[in-house]
Each structure stands twice: as C-alpha cells, then as structure tokens.
C-alpha cells in the first residue's frame, strides 16, 4: 500500500477553479497508476481522472475542465478543475497502485489499493 495524503479542497463559487494535490509516500512512481475517484452521499464512487505510464483518462463529464497532471520528481499527483459546476461537488479521493493502468474508457475501483482520507469540494 501507498500513503496518499490528499490537500486542495474547499468551497468555491460556480465556474470557480481549484487544484486538488495528492502526495504520495513512495520514492518514485515509475509504473504506478495514480488518479482521482469522487463520491457524493448515498452515491457509488466515481472515477474522475487517472495517469498512469503516458496514458490519461478523463471522465466524460468533466472532459475540458479538469486535467489530471504527475510531477514524477516530486511523487505528486494533481487534478486541476476548472469551470466548476454545483455537479462537481463530492469528496474526492486520492487512488493508487503499483501496478500501470489501461484506461479503456474506465477506472477500475477495485483495482487501487492504496486510498487518501478525501477532501470535500464544494461548489455553490
């Protein structure tokens, strides 16, 4: 497992913007794939973004708006979102693990093992 400490949230004001970080404590993240799932109360887990060896996935509802970014050196994953909408608000989660993804379209939650503590975006 991967500690993921996820920062960034908060409350921001329709087509508002916000930077979601994610750190992770590993060393590097050569062949990992690390990416973002959001939940809302009473609502199955969704996956947002995910970053994984060159390949990218965005969820259609968020395509445009969001973009999810690695900064390797660092261990840190970002989603950065833009022109918020009430829709996006959720508690967003930090995801990972060691092994690459292949993004067909999906995420597939029951692949990461390694989950961050969440941080609420709230957008009015």
């Known amino acids: 497992d991967v500690q993921l400490v996820e920062s960034g949230g908060g409350s921001v004001q329709a087509g508002g913007s916000l930077i979601l970080a994610c750190s992770a404590s590993?060393?590097?993240?050569?062949?990992?794939?690390l990416g973002w799932f959001r939940q809302t109360p009473g609502n199955e887990r969704e996956g947002v973004a995910g970053?994984?060896?060159?390949?990218?996935y965005i969820r259609d509802s968020v395509k445009g708006r969001f973009a999810i970014s690695l900064d390797s050196a660092k261990n840190m994953v970002y989603l950065q979102m833009n022109s918020l909408k009430p829709e996006d608000t959720a508690m967003y989660y930090c995801?990972?693990?060691?092994?690459?993804?292949?993004?067909?379209?999906?995420?597939?939650?029951?692949?990461?093992?390694?989950w961050g503590q969440g941080t609420q975006v709230t957008v009015s």
């Open positions: 590993v060393y590097e993240t050569s062949g990992f794939c």
């Open positions: 995801v990972a693990d060691r092994r690459q993804c292949y993004f067909g379209g999906i995420m597939v939650e029951a692949q990461f093992n390694s």
């Open positions: 970053i994984s060896s060159g390949r990218e």
